[in-house]
Each structure stands twice: as C-alpha cells, then as structure tokens.
C-alpha cells in the first residue's frame, strides 16, 4: 500500500492481486507524454523533434519503484476512482478536459518521487542541433552579414561550404559569423545548411526518381550514410520510407 510503479513503454511486466490490495493501472500513450514533456521542458527544447533523445536521457530507467506512503496514496484515490468511472462510462472526449486535470492531479504528486538522470545542454550544443528560431533573440535588427550568409547558402545548397569561405565572403572572422549567425537563427551555419541539404534531398524523393544516394550527392552530401543520418535526424524517417509514402507519379 502506497507504492507506485512507473514503467516504460514497451517494458513487460506482470502483477498478481494479493489480499484486497486494489491496483489501478494508467496507460499513457508516448506521443502525449512527450508533448507534455516539450512544453515542460522548453526552456531548453527548440521543437518537438528535440523531445525523445532528450526524454531518453533523462528518464532513463525502464522501471521506477515510488514509495509515496499511504497518506499520499490515500490523496490519489478518490482522483483515480474518478479516471476510471468516467474511463468505463467512455467519457473521453466529453469529459477531456476533466480528465486531464485528474491526470495533471496525479503526476503532480507522483512528479517529485520520479528520479531522473541529471542532462545538461548547453548554448552550444542546442546552436548546433536542428535550426529554429533562438528563444530569446533580442529585438534589433538582423545583422546584415547574418542575412548575406544565409542568402549564399540558400542559393547554392550543394556547395562544399566551409565556415572559413563563407565567413571570408561576408568579410567576419569564422567566430564573429558563428555568433552573428546564432544570434539571427538561434543555430551555426552548419546546422542552417544541413537543414537546407535535408529539405532539398526530401524534395528531390518526391519530386525525381533520382536514387537515394543520388539525391543525397544532388543534395551536398558525398557519403550516403552521412546524408541518411542527417535525414533520419530531422524528418524522422529514412529517406526510403519516406520516399514510399511520397511516390513519384510519372505522366503517362
């Protein structure tokens, strides 16, 4: 009495009832948990597609023992008795909201019992994950090296850039564009250029039917696995899955 037990997905388990203890199970699914988590977690997170590796890190037990006490669990009942009644009526969608402020309830108990692994990441490392706009940019006018930098970019996709000739054609020192860039874009040149390479790559897929290694080298990259990895990392897919679910029509 008093326990309770936090899993993973995809963690087999089993319990068998002893005595008259009651057991009421919450199954919450990934994508739901994951939201909450980015919005909780913003601060540091850019975008969604941050949320799992940085979720993965920090909780990274597949199963927690939480010892609340019988007071505490005392405090949960009557708010799960209530998910389950209004859950058997099949009330999900006409009492959403009320089920979510049970569930918030709950975890807002359970929250501080749940240990987590200690993450850190910092300015530089979220400058060079996947390009959004910077959180906190202050309000002033882009700096119009920053703007030129981009625009070469934009244009020539396949270019084998490097930070010193892009840096050399707007006239800044690689460090001074590196800080400018960041400052306009919240990410380096490098990480801007990768997300332009895998959105020219996905059009390509759906677009041609050039062969993944070939839109890859169309695309900038010289090394399929490195152009794939890149892919994987932004969209989510790779990039034959994602060609499946974009064929490309040929006009008869």
């Not at 799992?52 to 009557?78: C, H, N, T, V, W």
């Not at 119009?144 to 396949?158: I, S």
């Amino acid at each position: 009495m008093g326990d309770a037990i936090l899993l993973g997905p995809n963690v087999l388990f089993s319990c068998e009832p002893e005595d008259h203890m009651s057991v009421t199970s919450i199954h919450v699914d990934t994508d739901f948990a994951l939201d909450q988590f980015f919005w909780q977690h913003s601060a540091v997170l850019h975008d969604r597609l941050d949320a799992p590796g940085f979720a993965e890190k920090i909780y990274s037990e597949p199963a927690q023992i939480l010892r609340l006490g019988s007071d505490r669990a005392g405090m949960l009942a009557p708010w799960l008795d209530e998910m389950v009644a209004l859950s058997v009526e099949g009330q999900f969608r006409e009492r959403f909201n009320r089920l979510q402020a049970l569930w918030f309830a709950v975890m807002d108990v359970l929250g501080p019992f749940i240990r987590v692994s200690p993450v850190r990441l910092t300015p530089l490392q979220r400058a060079r994950s996947r390009p959004v706009l910077p959180r906190s940019r202050r309000l002033a006018p882009l700096r119009m090296e920053a703007l030129l930098a981009r625009e070469a970019l934009h244009e020539n996709v396949a270019h084998k850039w490097t930070l010193r000739e892009l840096s050399e054609r707007v006239r800044l020192s690689p460090q001074q564009l590196t800080r400018v860039f960041v400052d306009a874009f919240g990410k380096t040149p490098t990480a801007y250029l990768t997300m332009l390479r895998v959105q020219e790559m996905a059009r390509l897929l759906r677009e041609s039917d050039l062969s993944i290694a070939a839109a890859g080298r169309r695309a900038g990259w010289s090394s399929r696995s490195r152009a794939t990895e890149a892919f994987i990392e932004h969209v989510g897919l790779s990039p034959g899955r994602y060609r499946s679910m974009h064929p490309v029509s040929v006009d008869t």
